[in-house]
């Protein structure tokens, strides 16, 4: 009882009055926003709504960094938003969102939302505007309120930011302002009751952890690791799409550091996460300078694809599977392909990672064998692989992790910078073995036909 008194007291930390503050004192006006939507909020706040701009994009303003989108709040409900705008339309199912498009940019309107089902609403009412599982999960989330409840219901108090763009104010239920200002992430209200309502949550801590470079509350972090294994209640793509925010957010090595550090990589990438924790396979260095060399081609706009990042996290263990298969008699290549496949079908029941990109990951597996054959035209061949520069770009990184593949890196580096005829030169060394003379036949004699 006393704990319940505890969290309900905990839970209702939040004002119902703001804390109101001029954005300019923290250099910020409605120029600094998106115009669409700030058209948005003015449309909405016209026809007698209330509405702001939230979330991401205000916190990333105060933090100096440049918004990627611009979401709206408001307490008009989806069908009267999409009254208003005549491109718009309503998606979701679990959260309704309308997505109002006034130029190129597509500006996600959100309805204030509640954690708590109308008392007035029949039982029926209420079931099919909020529903749970049995572990706590939201499946169905519709119940609107008031902006102070939109604010309780957020996830983090940095992300619960409310700017009204009419007269440039921030509105701060939530001491996000405080937090931002001493980099901290915390969640709003009980952390484990919001896990158990989305664990996805889990993943979002720690995904702004390393984007902003805070640091997680002390109270935000202490349930993650017992509650890590609540993520298998989400759907496998929806947690696939989650995932790459993760690593592909150009904070992946930090990201992977945190997942450790929770207990939480073992949820998502359970094959990887078992050989990197034995120690008995270089699976470590593999993946942590594969997030090192991602988060720096992201840095340099370089491009980057899930096919190469997945492809990394599961060769551990489609090459520890494939050694296994060899011992017992099988060829290379029946070897890697059989345990490619049973790789990838245990990971995409976690993450459903789709075909266009475990194609290209098995592309690059088997290229792992085939580059190290070079003698004749194969290495040509090779070269005008369309998998070639990904495969080439992952023999580096073997490398770099330390493995030993006696200068295979070097030779197909060096081959790529030669003209042609130092191609066919470097493809013939390559073919010959060492202590092998080459066999030259000789010419058959004619047969001499007696009369």
Do not use: C
């Amino acid at each position: 009882m006393l704990k319940r008194i505890v969290n309900f007291f905990e839970a209702k930390t939040l004002t119902s009055k703001p804390l109101v503050v001029d954005a300019k004192k923290y250099g910020i006006s409605s120029s600094s926003m998106s115009k669409d939507a700030v058209k948005v909020v003015s449309t909405l706040q016209k026809a007698g709504y209330e509405a702001y701009i939230v979330g991401g994009s205000v916190r990333d303003l105060l933090l100096g960094i440049r918004p990627k989108d611009f979401d709206v709040a408001t307490n008009a409900q989806p069908t009267e938003i999409k009254s208003l705008f005549r491109r718009s339309r309503i998606i979701g199912r679990r959260f309704q969102i309308v997505h109002v498009q006034l130029s190129r940019e597509l500006i996600e309107v959100t309805t204030f939302r509640s954690n708590e089902q109308s008392k007035s609403a029949t039982v029926a009412l209420r079931s099919a505007q909020m529903q749970q599982n049995e572990s706590g999960m939201l499946i169905r989330d519709n119940v609107f309120g008031s902006i102070n409840e939109d604010a309780q219901r957020r996830d983090l108090t940095v992300n619960a930011l409310y700017y009204n763009p009419t007269d440039n104010t921030i509105h701060d239920f939530t001491n996000g302002l405080e937090d931002i200002r001493n980099r901290i992430i915390r969640m709003i209200g009980v952390p484990e009751a919001r896990y158990r309502e989305d664990p996805v949550r889990i993943l979002r801590v720690i995904r702004f952890t390393a984007k902003l470079g805070f640091e997680i509350d002390p109270r935000t972090a202490k349930p993650i690791a017992k509650l890590a294994d609540h993520l298998s209640h989400v759907s496998a793509p929806r947690l696939f799409d989650e995932t790459l925010k993760l690593f592909m957010s150009g904070r992946g090595s930090k990201t992977l550091s945190l997942l450790r550090d929770h207990s939480v990589f073992g949820a998502l990438i359970p094959q990887a996460d078992r050989l990197m924790n034995n120690g008995k396979s270089n699976a470590n260095q593999l993946i942590e300078q594969a997030f090192v060399n991602t988060d720096l081609r992201i840095s340099s706009n370089q491009r980057v694809t899930p096919a190469f990042i997945y492809a990394v996290l599961l060769w551990p263990e489609v090459e520890r599977l494939s050694n296994q298969l060899q011992e017992k008699g099988n060829s290379a290549t029946y070897a890697l392909g059989k345990a490619a496949s049973e790789v990838i079908s245990r990971q995409i029941v976690i993450t459903a990672i789709p075909k266009r990109f475990t194609i290209p990951m098995r592309e690059i597996w088997e290229l792992q064998l085939q580059l190290p054959r070079r003698g004749g035209q194969r290495a040509k061949r090779f070269s005008e692989h369309s998998r070639f520069r990904a495969a080439y770009d992952f023999i580096l990184l073997r490398e770099q992790a330390g493995e030993n593949l006696n200068g295979l890196g070097e030779w197909w580096t060096q081959y790529q910078e030669s003209n042609e005829e130092q191609k066919q030169a470097m493809s013939d060394a390559a073919g010959r073995i060492p202590g092998k003379k080459r066999r030259h036949r000789n010419p058959r004699k004619k047969k001499v036909i007696e009369d």
